[in-house]
Nanobody
Framework: QVQLVESGGGSVQAGDSLRLSCASS??????MGWFRQAPGKEREGVAT??????SYADSVKGRFTISRDVAKNTLYLQMNTLKPEDSAMYYC????????????????????WGQGTQVTVSS
């Protein structure tokens, strides 16, 4: 029923910026987030957003910003000053029922996932 579709990924050079988008259909959940997974590494939380606030992985604080447009039913991730270590498949996800647990440290609560969009940053 719920579908999440990411877009905006691409190949860029270190220092460049990208803005990822996640269009959702069906029921709109309050808790949404961005996760990423690089080859050979486990999936990690990048940023989450809910009515009460946002959370970010320490590695992206000050560089990435998560936001949402309620009217357009779209989630965004503005990524600035990209680094090669940011290269990964980025996924949009939703966590139904999450409250204070809507954070990058509770990815098990995210049940709905998009197909992912690739971000590659070269040095």
């Amino acid at each position: 029923q719920v579908q999440l579709v990411e877009s905006g990924g691409g190949s860029v050079q270190a220092g460049d910026s990208l803005r990822l988008s996640c269009a959702s259909s069906g029921y709109t959940y309050n808790c949404m987030g961005w996760f990423r997974q690089a080859p050979g590494k486990e999936r990690e939380g990048v940023a989450t957003i809910r009515t009460g606030g946002t959370s970010y992985a320490d590695s992206v604080k000050g560089r990435f910003t998560i936001s949402r447009d309620v009217a357009k039913n779209t989630l965004y991730l503005q990524m600035n000053t990209l680094k090669p270590e940011d290269s990964a498949m980025y996924y949009c996800a939703a966590a139904p029922g999450a409250r204070l647990s809507c954070s990058v440290g509770y990815q098990d609560l995210f049940r709905y996932w998009g197909q992912g969009t690739q971000v590659t940053v070269s040095s």
